[in-house]
Each structure stands twice: as C-alpha cells, then as structure tokens.
C-alpha cells in the first residue's frame, strides 16, 4: 500500500513486555507523546508475557487515559516470537512498529520510522540504538563500542534490531525463531522489498553491566543468527565478517589517531610548562603584557558562520556526537 502526498500513514505498535514495571510506564508515555507529522499512531499494544509484577496494572491506568493503549495478556511466557504472534493477530494497520518493553523512543522515532514508507518499495526500516548507561567500566566501554559499530555497519547494509516498522505482509512469525527482527528483515527480502535504515530515529536503551551478561547476549544472538541461517538460508549483515572486521579496523585506527593526538597535546603542554617555569623563574617576567599568540586574534563571528556552514570544526563536532548516537531533536 502507498500513501498520496498529505495523507497520513497509520501504523500500530506493538510492545512485548515481560517484567518490565521500571520502564513500561516511561515507554507508554514516550509513544503517546510522540511529535507525529505524517505518521498516526491507531493503537499501541502491549503483549505482557507472565508478568509477576506491576508491568499489567501500569498499562491499565495507561488504557483508562488514552484509548489507544490495548492488552494482551499471556498466562505462561512462551516466548517473544509468541507474543509478536498475538501483536500481529491484533494489528489493525498495514504497518507495525515492534518495540522491546526495557527500552525508550525518542520523540521523533516513530514519525522518522514510518515515514519512510511513502515508499512503496520499502518494506522494513529499523532505528538507532543508543544505549544511555554511562561507559564508565570496561563491559560498558564495550557496550558503547559494539553499537557504534553496528551504527556504521546498518549505513552501509542494515541490521535491525530493539525498534522497527515493517508491513504487515505476513500472518505471523514461526515459533522456532528465536531473532524475530532478523526473520522479518528475511521475510521483506525475499518479497522484493527494501530494508532501510532510518538513524534519525533514536531508540534508547540500556546495555550489558557485567562481562557475563555481555557474553549471555552475544551468544544468544549469533546462535539465533546461524540457526536462522542455517534453516532459512538468511545471513544478517552482522555476519559478513570482512565488512565487520573493515568497521573494527576503522574504530581502532580511529583510537590510534586520539592516542597519537593526546601524546602530541601532553608534550606541548609539557614543553610549555617548562618555558613558562623559565620566563618566571629565570627571566623574572611577569607578563604584565602579554606576548599574543596573534592566530586568534581573527573575527569571531566570520568564525562562527563558517562553522555553521560546517567548514569548521562545528561540523567535526556533529559529525563525532553523530558518530556516538546523539541526535537533533528536529524533526
């Protein structure tokens, strides 16, 4: 289905939840208060899974504020695959935006996922994930790397994962499947359709604490990844293994540039230092007036326009906060 200039393309989300009485509160108010221009969003379904906490009785009071927020209730946790089943069985729109329920959207990530299908060639788009956890430990450095490096490698062939919008061309998922995204992005493939990358639309979650819970979900997804190859014949571009490796090399020499430059910026300002000492110590100069280092003294705001232009550093400056997933809020 393709959608007229002006007319508004509405979609359904689903969230599979599980336990998720921290977060599924924040995660409904995000979706309902999202900043929405040629997207509507018809109804937001919650699939709780066996819940033991507060995760149902939270998206009640959210059903009894906006009539868009649906239940569904599982009385034994089957799994994701099941509960996507049940999103896909309730589903009213031709296009379904798939969330996780420990994670948050930012407000533009819905209107930047589904607008995107005003191409009729395009039949799944995924979004950016930005874990929020700050990188102050080793396995958080970790975290931090592997999705800017995912981040590089979805620019060139996507790989989806956490949110994403597709077409509902399909009744439902296989139970055997354990990489839900990964099988859709299989499904639109082999449909002829496109799978796009969408990394303005910014879904933030958080990563792994421990090195064990780091390795737990690295081994869970490349198991789901080969058994999804192996049955199905579909290989996500996180196993093209040259492509990924290129992306590494990139990162690391990328590390070896900033240790190279913090080497450079230690013994200029160690040299300095020592001059300082000298003209203090020994020449007794107080710099009363200042010897001028006369490179600044340029016209700042003709400075301040270049960079806005992005031929300064403001355009380095966006493309590194880029680089580590923050976003602009426009629209």
Known sequence: MSWTQGELIRCSVGVTAYNEEANIGQLLAALIDQHLHEVEITEIIVVASACTDRTVSIVKEYMATDPRVKLIEQEYREGKTSAINLFLKSAACDICVLESGD?????????????????????????????????????GLLSHLRLRMEHELCLEIPRLGE?????????HIPPDVAMDEAFVEALVVKKGMLVKYAPDAIVYNTGPTTISDFVRQRRRNHAGHLYLKHKYGYKVSSMENRRVARIAFKEFWGIVQLVWVLFLLAVLE???????WYDYAIKHDRHVVWNMAWTQKQDVQDGRRNRANGNGTESFTIQTHTRFGQQSDAP
């Open 103 to 139: 994670t948050i959207p930012h407000e533009y990530a819905v209107e930047h996922l589904v607008r995107m299908f005003h191409d009729p060639q395009v039949g799944m788009v995924g979004a950016q994930k930005v874990a929020v956890n700050t990188p102050d430990h080793i396995t």
């Open 270 to 276: 160690g040299w300095s230092r020592i001059l300082g």
């Open 163 to 171: 949110m994403v919008a597709f077409r509902k061309v399909f009744d």
